[in-house]
């Protein structure tokens, strides 16, 4: 069964913390992303990478970034953890353009900036 | 701009009811429609998709959706739900060779047994 995997499903961090979300993916799909889940506000996509060490800003970039050194792993950067950033963060990846093929989704971060 | 609509942020409905949920797009061009559903606790996971061909599209666990192009509509209904049917939906649009979805706010469905 075709996996996308996030180390961590609650992370509680304080305001100005350096934070790390990190995603792994087995499938070899060339496309992973970052997205952000909020209720009434859907899915919101913040960062997505189409091969390794390339990048793309989403709709909402600001105050984080993003790492993707190999094919498998990609990396949520918040630079200083704010309250604003309190959220379910999804990882995601695709095989080639997810307007074909669709996402696989892994089962999310609860992030909680106090 | 390009937006996606679901109208019903919940919906309550007792088991055997038929389902139906709205998705209404706004998005030039050809599209790719998606429902995507997250049982609760669990990841999102596609439902079923739409390309091209037949509007009427069938996908896993007895959903459907019926794309009407004049409508700018993409619904998932569902003839008669089961207490596992409880989840958050969510419709997405998109074209084919795009990195980006539009995604819609989402409906949550409980259905009691």
């Known amino acids: 069964d075709v996996k996308v995997t996030q180390s961590s499903r609650y992370l509680v961090k304080r305001t100005g913390e350096k934070v790390f979300l990190e995603c792994v993916q087995d499938?070899?799909?060339?496309?992973m992303f970052w997205y952000r889940q909020d209720p009434g506000l859907g899915l919101r996509l913040i960062y997505f990478s189409y091969d390794v060490k390339m990048k793309e800003k989403g709709d909402i970039p600001e105050g984080y970034s993003v790492s993707r050194e190999k094919k498998e792993r990609f990396s949520l950067i918040l630079e200083s953890a704010s309250t604003n950033q309190t959220s379910m963060y999804l990882c995601a990846s695709s095989l080639s353009h997810p307007g074909d093929y669709g996402y696989t989704f892994g089962s999310g971060t609860r992030l909680t900036v106090v | 701009a390009q937006s996606v609509s679901q109208h019903n942020h919940h919906v309550i409905l007792s088991e055997a009811a038929s389902l139906e949920l709205g998705c209404n797009y706004s998005?030039?061009?050809?599209?790719?429609l998606f429902w995507y559903v997250q049982y609760p606790g669990q990841h999102l996971q596609l439902l079923l998709k739409y390309f091209s061909g037949d509007p009427l599209v069938k996908g896993i666990k007895g959903f459907e959706a019926e794309f009407i192009k004049s409508k700018f509509s993409f619904n998932l209904r569902k003839p008669s739900v089961q207490w596992s049917d409880t989840a958050e939906y969510f419709c997405?649009?998109?074209?084919?060779?795009?990195?980006?979805?539009?995604f819609g706010t989402g409906t949550r469905l409980k259905v009691l047994a």
């Open positions: 997405a649009v998109t074209s084919s060779g795009t990195y980006k979805y539009i």
């Open positions: 998005y030039g061009g050809t599209v790719n």
């Open positions: 499938m070899d799909h060339e496309n």
